[in-house]
Protein backbone atom coordinates (compact mmCIF):
# COMPACT_ATOMS: atom_id res chain seq x y z
CA UNK A 1 0.00 0.00 0.00
CA UNK A 2 1.54 3.12 -0.84
CA UNK A 3 0.27 5.72 1.79
CA UNK A 4 1.13 8.78 -0.22
CA UNK A 5 0.18 12.26 -0.20
CA UNK A 6 0.16 14.53 -3.33
CA UNK A 7 0.18 18.58 -1.98
CA UNK A 8 -1.35 20.88 -4.40
CA UNK A 9 -0.43 24.37 -5.00
CA UNK A 10 -2.52 27.44 -5.36
CA UNK A 11 -5.22 26.49 -8.34
CA UNK A 12 -6.82 30.38 -8.44
CA UNK A 13 -10.12 29.58 -11.22
CA UNK A 14 -7.73 27.48 -13.56
CA UNK A 15 -9.72 24.36 -14.08
CA UNK A 16 -7.59 23.12 -17.18
CA UNK A 17 -4.34 23.51 -15.15
CA UNK A 18 -5.56 21.27 -12.45
CA UNK A 19 -7.25 19.07 -14.71
CA UNK A 20 -3.59 18.21 -16.69
CA UNK A 21 -1.90 17.87 -13.31
CA UNK A 22 -4.50 15.33 -11.84
CA UNK A 23 -4.21 13.32 -14.85
CA UNK A 24 -0.07 13.08 -14.55
CA UNK A 25 -0.43 11.91 -11.11
CA UNK A 26 0.21 8.15 -10.43
CA UNK A 27 -3.17 5.69 -10.12
CA UNK A 28 -4.04 6.75 -6.60
CA UNK A 29 -5.66 4.38 -4.31
CA UNK A 30 -7.66 4.29 -1.32
CA UNK A 31 -3.87 4.66 1.15
CA UNK A 32 -3.17 7.90 -0.68
CA UNK A 33 -3.97 11.35 0.25
CA UNK A 34 -4.92 14.35 -1.78
CA UNK A 35 -4.14 17.83 -0.07
CA UNK A 36 -5.23 21.06 -1.55
CA UNK A 37 -3.44 23.93 -0.12
CA UNK A 38 -6.21 26.70 -0.94
CA UNK A 39 -7.06 29.54 -3.30
CA UNK A 40 -9.48 27.78 -5.21
CA UNK A 41 -10.93 30.86 -6.67
CA UNK A 42 -10.26 34.14 -8.10
CA UNK A 43 -7.88 35.31 -11.07
CA UNK A 44 -8.41 32.52 -13.51
CA UNK A 45 -11.54 32.19 -15.51
CA UNK A 46 -13.49 29.35 -13.90
CA UNK A 47 -13.80 29.57 -10.26
CA UNK A 48 -17.39 28.43 -10.23
CA UNK A 49 -16.21 25.03 -12.23
CA UNK A 50 -13.20 24.83 -9.80
CA UNK A 51 -15.18 25.04 -6.61
CA UNK A 52 -18.05 22.51 -8.40
CA UNK A 53 -14.65 20.03 -9.11
CA UNK A 54 -13.12 19.56 -5.75
CA UNK A 55 -16.53 19.24 -4.22
CA UNK A 56 -17.07 16.31 -6.41
CA UNK A 57 -13.29 14.71 -5.94
CA UNK A 58 -13.81 12.98 -3.19
CA UNK A 59 -16.60 10.57 -4.91
CA UNK A 60 -14.49 10.29 -8.27
CA UNK A 61 -11.49 9.42 -6.55
CA UNK A 62 -10.48 6.55 -3.85
CA UNK A 63 -7.84 8.34 -2.61
CA UNK A 64 -8.72 10.96 0.44
CA UNK A 65 -9.13 14.26 -0.17
CA UNK A 66 -8.33 17.23 1.90
CA UNK A 67 -8.98 20.99 0.72
CA UNK A 68 -7.85 23.45 2.89
CA UNK A 69 -9.24 26.80 3.53
CA UNK A 70 -6.42 29.78 1.26
CA UNK A 71 -6.72 33.48 2.16
CA UNK A 72 -8.89 33.67 -0.92
CA UNK A 73 -11.75 31.97 0.72
CA UNK A 74 -11.44 33.18 3.72
CA UNK A 75 -10.97 36.89 2.80
CA UNK A 76 -14.55 36.25 0.43
CA UNK A 77 -16.01 35.49 3.85
CA UNK A 78 -14.92 38.13 5.55
CA UNK A 79 -16.54 40.39 2.57
CA UNK A 80 -19.73 38.63 3.09
CA UNK A 81 -19.57 39.72 7.01
CA UNK A 82 -18.88 43.30 6.88
CA UNK A 83 -17.33 44.18 3.03
CA UNK A 84 -13.85 44.46 1.99
CA UNK A 85 -13.33 47.17 -1.00
CA UNK A 86 -9.42 46.79 -0.15
CA UNK A 87 -9.52 43.46 -0.80
CA UNK A 88 -12.51 42.72 -4.16
CA UNK A 89 -11.52 46.05 -5.89
CA UNK A 90 -7.66 45.27 -7.18
CA UNK A 91 -7.89 43.70 -10.49
CA UNK A 92 -4.41 42.23 -9.57
CA UNK A 93 -6.32 40.14 -7.26
CA UNK A 94 -9.22 38.83 -9.49
CA UNK A 95 -11.80 38.98 -7.41
CA UNK A 96 -13.81 40.15 -10.67
CA UNK A 97 -13.20 36.64 -12.32
CA UNK A 98 -14.80 35.18 -9.95
CA UNK A 99 -17.74 37.24 -9.67
CA UNK A 100 -17.74 36.47 -13.31
CA UNK A 101 -17.53 33.04 -13.58
CA UNK A 102 -20.19 32.60 -11.08
CA UNK A 103 -23.05 34.14 -12.57
CA UNK A 104 -22.04 33.06 -15.95
CA UNK A 105 -20.66 36.26 -17.72
CA UNK A 106 -17.28 36.46 -19.84
CA UNK A 107 -14.05 37.18 -17.85
CA UNK A 108 -12.75 39.76 -17.59
CA UNK A 109 -9.95 42.06 -19.73
CA UNK A 110 -7.01 42.81 -17.96
CA UNK A 111 -7.58 45.99 -15.20
CA UNK A 112 -10.92 45.50 -15.89
CA UNK A 113 -13.53 47.51 -12.86
CA UNK A 114 -17.13 45.83 -12.11
CA UNK A 115 -19.65 47.90 -13.90
CA UNK A 116 -21.86 50.16 -11.71
CA UNK A 117 -24.42 47.74 -12.76
CA UNK A 118 -22.15 44.75 -11.29
CA UNK A 119 -21.31 46.84 -7.81
CA UNK A 120 -23.77 45.33 -5.32
CA UNK A 121 -23.08 41.87 -6.00
CA UNK A 122 -19.63 41.45 -6.65
CA UNK A 123 -18.67 43.76 -3.58
CA UNK A 124 -21.54 42.00 -1.03
CA UNK A 125 -20.36 38.39 -2.37
CA UNK A 126 -23.55 37.74 -2.44
CA UNK A 127 -23.09 36.42 -5.89
CA UNK A 128 -21.90 32.85 -3.83
CA UNK A 129 -24.66 30.12 -3.62
CA UNK A 130 -24.96 29.80 0.02
CA UNK A 131 -23.85 26.16 -0.35
CA UNK A 132 -20.60 27.08 -1.66
CA UNK A 133 -20.55 29.80 1.39
CA UNK A 134 -20.83 26.34 3.65
CA UNK A 135 -17.70 24.62 1.74
CA UNK A 136 -15.93 28.04 2.20
CA UNK A 137 -16.72 27.59 6.24
CA UNK A 138 -15.70 24.17 5.87
CA UNK A 139 -12.54 24.40 4.59
CA UNK A 140 -10.25 23.27 7.23
CA UNK A 141 -7.18 26.22 8.38
CA UNK A 142 -4.25 22.88 7.78
CA UNK A 143 -3.43 19.46 8.29
CA UNK A 144 -0.84 17.22 8.97
CA UNK A 145 0.18 13.65 8.30
CA UNK A 146 3.44 11.73 9.07
CA UNK A 147 5.24 13.41 6.11
CA UNK A 148 4.63 16.79 6.71
CA UNK A 149 2.42 20.22 8.29
CA UNK A 150 0.27 21.41 5.28
CA UNK A 151 -0.66 25.37 5.45
CA UNK A 152 -1.82 27.78 3.04
CA UNK A 153 0.58 30.36 4.07
CA UNK A 154 3.16 29.31 6.45
CA UNK A 155 3.71 29.49 10.81
CA UNK A 156 3.62 32.92 12.30
CA UNK A 157 6.41 33.67 14.71
CA UNK A 158 6.65 32.71 18.29
CA UNK A 159 7.16 35.29 21.33
CA UNK A 160 9.05 33.15 22.83
CA UNK A 161 11.23 32.25 19.36
CA UNK A 162 10.41 29.78 17.07
CA UNK A 163 7.65 29.65 15.08
CA UNK A 164 4.07 28.33 15.95
CA UNK A 165 2.45 25.30 15.05
CA UNK A 166 -1.37 25.90 14.00
CA UNK A 167 -2.45 23.78 17.41
CA UNK A 168 -0.74 26.31 19.36
CA UNK A 169 -2.57 29.28 17.80
CA UNK A 170 -6.08 30.81 19.24
CA UNK A 171 -8.85 29.79 17.17
CA UNK A 172 -9.41 30.35 14.18
CA UNK A 173 -5.49 30.45 13.30
CA UNK A 174 -6.44 32.83 10.62
CA UNK A 175 -2.13 33.45 10.54
CA UNK A 176 -1.51 30.09 8.82
CA UNK A 177 -3.88 31.58 5.75
CA UNK A 178 -1.94 34.93 5.62
CA UNK A 179 1.62 35.35 6.64
CA UNK A 180 4.23 35.92 4.38
CA UNK A 181 7.19 36.44 6.58
CA UNK A 182 11.04 36.28 4.91
CA UNK A 183 12.24 34.47 8.72
CA UNK A 184 10.01 31.82 8.14
CA UNK A 185 11.37 30.95 4.53
CA UNK A 186 15.17 31.25 6.03
CA UNK A 187 14.85 30.32 9.38
CA UNK A 188 12.53 27.53 9.99
CA UNK A 189 13.45 24.46 11.38
CA UNK A 190 11.36 21.11 12.38
CA UNK A 191 8.88 19.31 10.37
CA UNK A 192 8.87 19.78 6.89
CA UNK A 193 6.05 22.27 6.17
CA UNK A 194 4.86 22.84 2.82
CA UNK A 195 2.43 25.51 1.59
CA UNK A 196 1.38 27.87 -1.20
CA UNK A 197 0.21 31.60 -1.10
CA UNK A 198 3.64 33.27 -1.83
CA UNK A 199 4.24 32.65 -5.40
CA UNK A 200 7.84 30.82 -5.37
CA UNK A 201 9.39 33.45 -7.72
CA UNK A 202 9.17 35.69 -4.48
CA UNK A 203 10.97 33.54 -2.29
CA UNK A 204 14.95 33.47 -1.76
CA UNK A 205 16.40 32.25 -5.12
CA UNK A 206 19.30 31.23 -3.61
CA UNK A 207 17.99 28.79 -1.03
CA UNK A 208 15.92 27.09 -3.52
CA UNK A 209 17.91 23.32 -4.11
CA UNK A 210 14.73 22.18 -6.60
CA UNK A 211 15.97 23.87 -10.10
CA UNK A 212 17.28 27.18 -8.92
CA UNK A 213 18.32 28.33 -12.07
CA UNK A 214 14.02 28.59 -12.58
CA UNK A 215 13.05 30.95 -9.86
CA UNK A 216 9.37 29.98 -10.96
CA UNK A 217 9.69 26.58 -10.36
CA UNK A 218 8.83 24.60 -7.23
CA UNK A 219 11.40 26.05 -4.15
CA UNK A 220 12.57 23.70 -1.71
CA UNK A 221 14.88 24.60 1.46
CA UNK A 222 15.63 22.71 5.13
CA UNK A 223 12.13 21.69 5.89
CA UNK A 224 9.82 24.38 3.95
CA UNK A 225 9.09 23.71 0.59
CA UNK A 226 6.90 26.02 -1.67
CA UNK A 227 4.51 25.01 -4.30
CA UNK A 228 2.59 27.91 -5.16
CA UNK A 229 3.83 28.04 -9.17
CA UNK A 230 2.21 30.80 -9.93
CA UNK A 231 -1.18 29.29 -11.43
CA UNK A 232 -4.00 32.00 -12.53
CA UNK A 233 -1.24 34.30 -12.53
CA UNK A 234 0.74 33.47 -16.31
CA UNK A 235 2.10 30.44 -14.33
CA UNK A 236 1.43 26.86 -13.48
CA UNK A 237 0.22 24.25 -11.34
CA UNK A 238 2.39 22.24 -9.46
CA UNK A 239 1.66 19.18 -6.96
CA UNK A 240 4.63 17.18 -4.64
CA UNK A 241 4.59 13.83 -3.17
CA UNK A 242 5.35 12.83 -0.33
CA UNK A 243 7.61 11.18 1.21
CA UNK A 244 9.93 10.70 -2.61
CA UNK A 245 9.90 14.32 -3.06
CA UNK A 246 8.40 13.58 -6.81
CA UNK A 247 6.96 16.56 -8.37
CA UNK A 248 4.30 17.20 -10.99
CA UNK A 249 3.05 19.66 -12.86
CA UNK A 250 0.86 21.04 -15.50
CA UNK A 251 3.04 23.10 -18.03
Not at 21 to 30: A, E, F, I, K, T
Not at 48 to 77: C, F, I, M, S
Not at 159 to 169: I, M, N, Q
Not at 214 to 240: H, M, Q, R
Request: proline share 9%; net charge negative.
Amino acid sequence: MAERTFAIGDIHGELGQLMTLLSRLPRLDVTDTLVFLGDYVDRGPQSKQVVEYLRRLPQRVRAKVVTLRGNHEDAWLHVRRERWPGFVRPPSHGCLAAYRSFVGRAPPEKDEHATPEEQEAFESGSFFPPDVVGWFESLPYWYEDAHALYVHAGLPKRATGGFSHPSELPYPPSAVLWVRDEDFFRNYRGKRVVFGHTRTEFLPPELSSFTPEDPKDLWSYENVVGIDTGCGNGGFLTALELPSLAVYESR
